[in-house]
């Protein structure tokens, strides 16, 4: 390989940047991340307001409520509520990562993107099932806890593909995961941090790094 320069720090340099590209996958945007965040945030909004209002809803710190129409209720909407926040982030995730990959000349869709989402679905579709489980068993306390751990060991398992914030933002998903496990009766405020805060965090901070 031959390179312009004379000064043998930035031909490493050089190197080093090609090597990246073609083992990282450089298209993911932190923008993607800052809009997960926000509809995490206004998912968890209408869960607390609306959907757990105590002065509408009858449960307890656990939600450990006999099987009747409105536990279905309070399960469907919560259900329905966390659909809707994984669509919209998933669909901004593509969006973004998209119009990065135009501006910058890349493809979108390469080999290491579906290397990247191979290894991040098995831990989110396992998490995902564990969940179901634990929502049927009435055990809706753990549900904030499995979904940050898993979530997080989806990210760690992506993140050698991809920015190292990836894989940083795991490891704090995990460690949220794991306190929502001890506090059990704070698990849609850790949801909240994880999911909404971190990201937004996170992306912030990657799109100053690599995309300002």
């Given at each position: 390989m031959k390179t312009n320069s004379t000064?043998?720090?930035e031909d490493l340099q050089t190197i080093r940047e090609i090597m990246?590209?073609?083992?990282?996958?450089?298209?993911?945007?932190?923008?993607?991340?800052?809009?997960?965040?926000?509809?995490?945030?206004?998912?968890?909004?209408?869960?607390?307001?609306?959907?757990?209002?105590?002065?509408h809803v009858p449960y307890d710190e656990y939600m450990q409520i006999p099987l009747d129409w409105t536990t279905s209720g309070?399960?469907?909407y919560l259900a329905l509520d966390a659909?809707?926040?994984?669509?919209?982030?998933?669909?901004?995730?593509?969006?973004?990562?998209?119009?990065?990959a135009r501006k910058a000349g890349q493809q979108f869709w390469t080999n290491l993107t579906q290397r990247l989402l191979v290894h991040l679905m098995i831990p989110l579709v396992s998490g995902g099932i564990f969940t179901l489980i634990l929502v049927f068993r009435n055990n809706l306390e753990l549900v904030a806890s499995v979904m940050l751990i898993f979530?997080?060991?989806?990210l760690v398992n992506a993140g050698?593909?991809?920015?190292?914030?990836?894989?940083?933002?795991?490891?704090t998903e995990i460690v949220l995961g794991i306190l929502a496990g001890v506090f059990i009766n704070h698990g849609l405020l850790f949801w909240t941090l994880g999911f909404?805060?971190?990201?937004?965090?996170?992306?912030?901070?990657?799109y100053y790094r690599h995309e300002r």
């Open positions: 000064n043998p720090k990246e590209r073609s083992s990282k996958y450089l298209s993911l945007s932190g923008l993607s991340g800052i809009f997960a965040g926000a509809c995490a945030l206004i998912g968890a909004a209408i869960a607390w307001f609306y959907i757990l209002d105590p002065g309070i399960r469907f659909i809707l926040v994984s669509g919209f982030a998933a669909l901004g995730a593509i969006y973004f990562s998209q119009r990065k979530y997080g060991l989806s050698k593909f991809t920015f190292s914030e990836i894989h940083y933002l795991g490891l909404g805060l971190m990201h937004i965090v996170y992306g912030t901070v990657m």
